[in-house]
Structures are given as C-alpha cells and as structure tokens.
C-alpha cells in the first residue's frame, strides 16, 4: 500500500502513522464559483498530536458548528490555488526532504527500531528496519531517495 502513495499524500501518512498526527472536521463556508453563494460543508484537517481546539474552534461548536475528532468520511479541506490546504503547509516534507525523513529515523529510534541505510552510486536508496530485538530486518525498502525509502521502510515496519 505505501508504494502507491506518493509525494504530499505520503508525507501526512508519515504524520499520522508515526508522528501520531489526527484529523480534525469541522465546518468551512466555501463557494462552488467565485460569484456564486457560500455554501457550508464539513471538510477535514490534519493536525499535530499537541494540537487542542482553541477560542475559534470552541466558539464553532457553541454555535452549532462542526469541530470534532473526522471519521474520515469528511473531503479534505481544499484551498483554491494551493491544492489540500493541510499538506501544503503543516506536514513536513518527509518524503522529499533528508532532514525531515531524518525526523522519521529519529522517531523510529526512539521506539527501538534499528536502522540501516544503504546509497548506491546511481543515488538509489535501500532502507532496512529492524526491531530492536530482532536480527532480520522486518521492513525493507528501496527507492530513487534515501528520504523516500526512509518513509516507506518506516511505513511498513510499523504496519507490522
């Protein structure tokens, strides 16, 4: 499944799955055309595990409002001109960027996972988990990157 996710899709799984990232509904007014009325739906955004509703957010749910924990049904909040408004901003860019997908090897440390990392000279990157009391990595991974296979590898280690 993580070798059919690509690019900022992948990066918000990387924030949910290991990060422990959740995505939140709540209510936005939206227009279907720049001239046309605002039309309330319920839309869906992924925030960080710290995150807790504030003024706004409380101030939505005394008036009837949506904001809850999303079940997953809701569309994902877009932003005209910049696509899915939550992964063109708060997610890092684990995928695409060593020093974010270094946030995932870190992470993955911490829960006793072992890393091994291997570039080829074509750049190709082969990554390899193993747990902490294992001797035969249970995920492996090899990718055009190393932050790619990083994620992918960490993907399927925790799927375990």
Known sequence: MTDTVTGRDLDARVAEVVFGWQWWAHTKAERDDPHGPRVERVVRTLHAP??????????????GKVFRPATGDEPVERVQGMGDAVRQSLVPPYSSDMSAAWLVVDEMRRRDWILNLRVGPSGKAEVAFADDGEERPVARHVAKSPALAICRAALAALAR
């Open 50 to 63: 710290d995150f807790q509703p504030g003024p706004w957010e409380e101030w939505a749910a005394h008036t």
